[in-house]
């Protein structure tokens, strides 16, 4: 059973920074973060593949987040910038993507818990 944790969740101001890690027991996966604020639909946040050398973002977060993983500790990072109020959501690690769009999150096979992040104006 693969086991998928996530850390690095809190409060921060608006303009400020955190990172997320989220490790996955097992073998090496293409992974993603998702998001979901109250009342939304879970929304795809960016994806790195087995090896790091793909990765994509949304659209609203370019430019301010950057995934990475470290494939021998099996934790993958997102690296969060210029924190907006609208990023206030819980931050879903997900594994084993399984081909399609990276956006779906019917496509990944494991799920951690989550991580709240909270972003103050």
């Known amino acids: 059973q693969v086991q998928v944790v996530e850390s690095g969740g809190g409060l921060v101001q608006a303009g400020g920074s955190l990172r997320l890690s989220c490790t996955a027991s097992g073998l090496t996966f293409d992974m993603g973060w998702f998001r979901q604020a109250p009342g939304k639909e879970r929304e795809g946040v960016s994806y790195?593949?087995?090896?790091?050398?793909?990765?994509y973002y949304a659209d609203s977060v370019k430019g301010r987040f950057t995934i990475s993983r470290d494939s021998a500790k099996n934790t993958m990072y997102l690296q969060m910038n210029s924190l907006k109020p609208e990023d206030t959501a819980m931050y879903y690690c997900?594994?084993?993507?399984?081909?399609?769009?990276?956006?779906?999150?019917?496509?990944?096979?494991?799920w951690g818990q989550g991580t709240q992040v909270t972003v103050s104006s």
């Open positions: 997900a594994a084993y993507f399984s081909g399609g769009s990276w956006l779906n999150p019917a496509l990944y096979k494991y």
């Open positions: 790195i593949n087995w090896s790091g050398s793909i990765t």
